[in-house]
């Protein structure tokens, strides 16, 4: 049975930093390509970031330079380091995890606000 496990997230104040984990069970984790998505209110869910699995990352405009994607191999873990946090990154947290398939968490609320 495959499981993503989305922990860290929380309320914080704009300028401050949170960081997601997404522990992954049931898959290959080393051939997977892993990815963070959010989906605010009203909106679409839009990727945020996303590592390979040869350990490639790419990033959404909106977050680059603030938010920096890893990756465990030996934990089967991937991690969201959010700096410099804008009300506008208040959303649900997804992980996704992508080989022939996708699958999801259940996603982690992230809050930023005064």
């Known amino acids: 049975q495959v499981q993503l496990v989305e922990s860290g997230g929380g309320l914080v104040q704009p300028g401050e930093s949170l960081r997601l984990s997404c522990a992954a069970s049931g898959i290959r984790f080393t051939i997977y390509d892993m990815g963070w998505y959010r989906q605010a209110p009203g909106s679409q869910r839009e990727l945020v970031a996303e590592i390979t699995s040869s350990g490639r990352t790419n990033y959404a405009h909106s977050v680059k330079g603030r938010f920096t994607i890893s990756r465990d191999n030996a934990k089967n873990t991937i991690y969201l380091q959010m700096n410099s946090l804008k009300p506008e990154d208040t959303a649900v947290y997804y992980c996704?995890?992508?080989?022939?398939?996708?699958?999801w968490g259940q996603g982690t609320q992230v809050t930023v606000s005064s």
């Open positions: 996704q995890g992508s080989w022939l398939r996708d699958y």
